[in-house]
């Protein structure tokens, strides 16, 4: 692993935050956390998921285990597509 600040590799684990570890470079001295890269859905994807949430009634807990997200990014694509929806909207 290197420094996200100067790329030297002289890291070393230097705590954590409540959600990642949190590393410390004796180059710079910088600190920094290494976050998980954010999963990119297509579109289409989001409009699958969302028609059979919201138009076909299915349960929360079968799409996300369907569909392998989570119900942080449900609620998301959900408040996000009632605003654009005109089925949603009546």
């Not at 654009?84 to 909207?89: A, F, I």
């Amino acid at each position: 692993m290197s420094c996200k600040k100067c790329h030297w590799e002289n890291v070393i684990k230097y705590g954590k935050t409540s959600r990642t570890q949190r590393y410390l470079c004796h180059d710079c001295n910088s600190t920094f956390t290494i976050w998980w890269n954010k999963k990119d859905y297509s579109d289409e994807f989001i409009d699958n998921v969302m028609d059979e949430y919201c138009h076909e009634h299915k349960s929360a807990r079968k799409v996300l285990d369907e569909y392998k997200i989570s119900s942080r990014t449900l609620i998301k694509w959900k408040n996000k597509h009632q605003e654009h929806c005109d089925k949603c909207k009546k």
